[in-house]
């Protein structure tokens, strides 16, 4: 089945630099590849999705990109602010099945210092 | 307002007790699902339900048994549980496939209800 693995564990920046959280998984056929943020106390929310059919995907400041060959996948986060402070957790399904095949990541806690 | 209300927020019970939790879509969606998130693990994937009818159950303990009597409502009944059972327990919707793109749509997650088990 599939394994997704998420680094680092913590990630502490200044306000105003960037963010890179990368994730691995393990299966080929895996084609869907979401990225959800959790504030402290709150649910999760999706903030970005790739297909495997495009490489990038950007929205303002956040980006992901995809290496299908070398299976892994990262978060970008531009310019970043307090309010970017979370966890956040990548996930990759296979489309075929249902939500019930997306497996996530053990998350990475984002302090921006200001 | 989450479209996803799941109650109670907090709920702390003996292993002897029994005790459900609700979870209420207002969006429309065919698909429930039940995930257990603990410290430093990733979201554990418990039950889904597509169109009421339960297409997972992820090797989750008896001690959980889920029911979604409408597509819009889904329950957690818990009996006899154990202290390593104690998590947030967070209830989610989704469109599976969508509608309009054929494709998987978003997990909309609800606030969660933060179990503890003494």
């Known amino acids: 089945g599939e394994n997704v693995e998420q680094h680092p564990s913590t990630l502490s920046v200044q306000e105003g630099d960037s963010a890179v959280i990368k994730c691995t998984y393990s299966?080929?056929?895996?084609?869907?590849f979401p990225w959800y943020k959790q504030e402290l106390g709150k649910r999760p929310q999706l903030i970005i999705d790739?297909?495997?059919?495009?490489g990038e995907k950007k929205d303002q400041r956040i980006a992901v990109t995809l290496n299908k060959t070398a299976k892994h996948f990262s978060l970008h986060i531009t310019e970043t602010q307090p309010e970017d402070s979370a966890v956040y957790f990548c996930?990759?399904?296979?489309?075929?099945?249902?939500?019930?095949?997306?497996?996530f990541g053990k998350g990475t806690k984002l302090s921006v210092k200001p | 307002e989450t479209g996803v209300t799941q109650t109670p927020r907090h709920l702390v019970m003996g292993m002897t007790n029994k005790k459900s939790l609700k979870c209420e879509q207002h969006?429309?969606?065919?698909?429930m699902y039940w995930y257990k998130q603990s410290a430093k693990k990733p979201l554990e994937l418990m039950f889904v339900?597509?169109?009421?009818?339960?297409?997972e159950n992820n090797s989750v303990p008896s001690r959980f048994s889920p029911e979604c009597p409408n597509s819009s409502h889904l329950f957690l009944h818990l009996h006899t549980l154990q202290p390593e059972d104690s998590a947030l327990y967070l209830c989610?919707?989704?469109?599976?496939?969508?509608?309009?793109?054929?494709?998987?749509?978003?997990?909309?997650f609800g606030n969660g209800t933060r179990l503890t088990v003494t």
């Open positions: 790739i297909r495997s059919n495009v």
């Open positions: 339900y597509n169109f009421k009818e339960q297409t």
């Open positions: 969006l429309g969606h065919n698909a």
């Open positions: 996930a990759a399904s296979y489309h075929g099945g249902s939500q019930g095949n997306l497996i």
């Open positions: 989610a919707s989704s469109q599976d496939p969508h509608l309009a793109t054929g494709h998987l749509s978003p997990l909309h």
């Open positions: 299966d080929s056929a895996s084609n869907y």
